[in-house]
């Protein structure tokens, strides 16, 4: 077997008659027993170390050979030495509980369905094709392949008024809505408008950049303009599909924050985290389309293929657009390019689209089924429209929604309370109970024994 040219820094070897040998031992078995040669860590072979180190190759072989026979080391002849296995004994757990294999826990799809082969294709597509420049440091807004594809898509299936200018490409929502935060700072707008009940970590991300929050009471029309402070020049909403609740913001409410945003100078933030999934009839379309000069559209693969994927974008109005692009360049983190030239391919060949429209038939079913479960066997009623990757069940109680979850999880399976996950803002009198069930997070072979598992719970 050739020796593999595997580098490995050994300090403190003293080179004096007969020591040289003893002290490559010494420093070896330091290096495992400190950890830095981790278990199962590959070593170079005998050659290769007695080249780098200036040894004789039979010194090299000794030490080897001394190191398995103490067990610090494991070789095989034909195959490379490496650092034993670890056998330190894990301590005994004396009441373990159950492993939570089964998850209704919202925000992901279900990622077993990712489009492998089509990814896989887009992927061999692009190597074959980019160009030299494609390697080097990308455009902070994003690969303008992917902008074009981008403003394309969003403008065929959500409605939104885009040009590939106006599109900057982020690792998705998260680092959009940081980005964003900290420009809205930059411009004196201090405080900002969140759906309330709404994911915490969008408040988090807010305050972090030096934001103050403010929540919007959200019922059947969705959130409820009239909140609106005094001091608020923005606002966040997923007006779509509002999360957790699953409500879509009228058109009253809609123009209702455009005409405000327009008045104050201020921006709406349009998260369309799940605008490709309605069951009953065609999507809303996008709020951005009503006012592009004051709407932010923000979308992400998070839903549509996996979160691991990584990519998102936001459409900009005129005024946002130098500075996120500067703000983005700040913060340093981008998108690979080749995964940006990636989704650009999937989007053009129409493999993103045919991946949702399976998708979109799996998630209906998926709903369909968990609302006629539980509605046919408790007295419990799902709420909201039938769209997205999560239903909302109201319960009773605080105490009910605690009991759940517990029970639950004593049976193995994963729920999420929205008042133990803190969906409602600080200081919500008497915050409502209930379970928000992500129904496309299970694998299909998964989706049975995790829907009767949740049936049994709840009986």
């Known amino acids: 077997m050739r020796d593999p040219g595997i580098d490995l820094h050994l300090g403190g ?66 195959s490379s030495t490496r650092v034993a296995p670890a056998t330190t004994p894990q301590p005994a757990t004396t009441s373990p509980s159950p492993p939570s294999t089964l998850d209704l826990s919202p925000g992901r799809p279900d990622i077993s369905t990712f489009p492998r082969t089509a990814w896989t294709a887009s992927i061999r597509r692009t190597l074959s094709t980019a160009d030299r420049i494609d390697f080097d440091y990308g455009n902070p807004a994003g690969h303008p392949a992917l902008r074009a ?30 980005a964003l935060a900290h420009v809205f700072h930059d411009q004196a707008i201090t405080t900002i408008a969140t759906e309330n009940p709404n994911l915490p970590l969008h408040r988090d991300w807010l305050t972090a950049a030096g934001l103050t929050t403010t929540p919007l009471t959200v019922d059947t029309c969705g959130a409820n303009p009239a ?101 983005l360049f700040a913060l340093g983190a981008t998108v690979p390019s080749l995964d940006q030239l990636a989704l650009a391919d999937l989007i053009t060949h129409g493999d993103y689209d045919r991946h949702i429209r399976r998708a979109r038939l799996s998630y209906r079913r998926r709903r369909n089924e968990l609302v006629t479960a539980i509605e046919s066997t408790t007295k419990l009623t799902v709420r909201g429209i039938p769209a997205g990757l999560q239903a909302l069940l109201p319960l009773d109680s605080i105490e009910q929604e605690t009991q759940l979850v517990a029970k639950a999880r004593a049976k193995g399976l994963l729920l999420q309370g929205m008042h133990a996950f803190g969906y409602w803002h600080d200081q919500t009198p008497n915050p409502g109970a209930a379970l928000v069930l992500g129904f496309a997070t299970p694998a299909p072979h998964a989706w049975r024994r995790t829907l009767q598992t949740l049936l049994d719970t709840l009986d």
């Open 13 to 78: 070897i003293r080179r004096t008659p007969g020591g040289v040998g003893r002290s490559l031992e010494e420093a070896l078995r330091e290096a495992v027993r400190t950890g830095r040669l981790a278990p199962g860590a590959r070593l170079p072979g005998t050659r290769r170390l007695a080249t780098d180190l200036g040894l004789a190759r039979g010194t090299v072989v000794q030490v080897y050979t001394q190191l398995i026979a103490e067990g610090w080391l494991v070789g095989n002849a034909g």
């Open 227 to 327: 909140d609106l402070s005094t001091e608020a020049r923005a606002a966040l909403l997923t007006p779509n599909h509002q999360f957790p609740q699953g409500y879509v913001l009228s058109p009253p409410r809609r123009k209702s924050f455009v005409d405000w945003a327009t008045r104050v100078d201020g921006y709406l933030i349009e998260d369309d985290y799940d605008g490709e999934f309605r069951y009953d009839q065609r999507p809303v379309g996008a709020l951005q389309a009503l006012a592009p000069d004051r709407v932010i559209f923000a979308g992400s693969t998070s839903k549509t293929m996996a979160p691991g994927v990584r990519i998102g974008w936001l459409v900009l109005p005129p005024a946002l657009r130098n500075p996120v692009r500067t703000k």
């Open 149 to 178: 594809a981008i403003a394309d898509y969003v403008a065929r299936t959500r409605g939104v008024q885009a040009t590939p200018d106006a599109v900057v490409i982020t690792c998705g929502f998260s680092h959009a809505l940081a």
